[in-house]
């Protein structure tokens, strides 16, 4: 990426077992595929000092979600962890309820959420207000499922004036047919989309795509 390192911020949406995992309680069809493109932004992020927004189901039992989905994600579970392409040991985690009123983003930070709307987290503004202290701020947007976390988180940020690249191939949703509505109406919005290997590229500068581009 062309763009000062210092402005990007990755947010990686639900990458956690339940979803990511074959055997896992809400398993988004196909996402076993994105692993790779996941496990390769997340090694970019680490390397660059990129700070990353982790976001996180964390529910428990009796969640309004859970009328309308299967039980996924539950504190405690094995399910609930991220997978290893994306878990960060360096992690400050945030639970549903916490206030993070802190001036800059930590390395790596996990926003748990009890609804699958991250914002309803109360704390996400203000960790999108810290995050953009840089106006040209560009927030790079992949996990699952697109057509209910990923298409929240990447909606909620735009509507906040925030710039928005997300990478096309390091998403999934759970019905293709939504997925495209969802990508179709983020673009309309002022969305950029991208390959992880434009977002990881370091091999040439002259050929590099700029991110200063999107949005
Ligand atoms: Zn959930």
Redesign the pocket.
């Known amino acids: 990426m062309t763009t000062g390192d210092d402005c990007v911020i990755f947010v990686d949406v639900?990458t956690q077992r339940d979803f990511l995992d074959p055997e896992g309680a809400l398993y988004v069809p196909d996402s076993v595929a994105i692993r790779p493109n996941l496990a390769r932004l997340t090694a970019y992020a680490r390397n660059r000092a990129i700070p990353v927004i982790a976001t996180a189901?964390a529910?428990l039992p009796g969640?309004p979600?859970l009328k309308a989905?299967p039980p996924?994600?539950m504190v405690g579970t094995r399910g609930q962890t991220r997978i290893d392409e994306t878990s960060r040991p360096d992690s400050r985690i945030l639970g549903p309820d916490a206030l993070f009123a802190e001036p800059r983003l930590p390395a790596h930070l996990t926003v748990e959420?009890?609804?699958?709307d991250v914002f309803s987290h109360p704390s996400m503004n203000w960790t999108v207000e810290t995050a953009t202290v840089h106006s040209d701020a560009i927030f790079v947007v992949y996990g699952v499922a697109t057509d209910y976390?990923v298409g929240c988180a990447a909606r909620g940020l735009l509507e906040r004036g925030c710039r928005v690249l997300l990478v096309v191939d390091a998403i999934r949703g759970i019905d293709q047919e939504r997925e495209t509505e969802v990508l179709t109406d983020l673009v309309s919005r002022g969305a950029t989309l991208a390959l992880t290997a434009a977002v990881c590229d370091d091999s040439d500068t002259r050929h590099r795509p700029s991110l200063h581009d999107a949005g």
Do not use: M, P, V
């Open positions: 639900d189901c529910h969640d979600e989905f996924h994600c959420k009890r609804e699958y976390c």
